[in-house]
């Protein structure tokens, strides 16, 4: 039976905008280790669900579809937010 996490986007830690972090995502796990490529030596393994990664607008939508489905699935809560509040002036101090 295919399990899968929920979890919401994480900010892009590139970009200081927080565009597509609203959106919650059903990821399966992998269920096989990955092994070399004898021909090529990239990492794969036969497991075609772990490509498989759905977005949703909440996270019931997301929990409905995997019940709905038979998918056992579980929820990785988001990191809290932490702002680190600082002023221009304090780089002269």
Known sequence: MPTARIYQRPKNAMQSGRART??????FEPT???????????????????????????CEAAVDYATREGIAHHIVAAPERKLKLQAYADNFR
């Open 22 to 27: 609203a959106e919650w995502v059903l990821e």
């Open 32 to 58: 096989e280790a990955k092994k070399p490529d004898p021909l090529t030596g990239w990492a794969g393994s036969g497991d075609t669900r772990e490509q498989v990664r759905l977005s949703f607008p909440t």
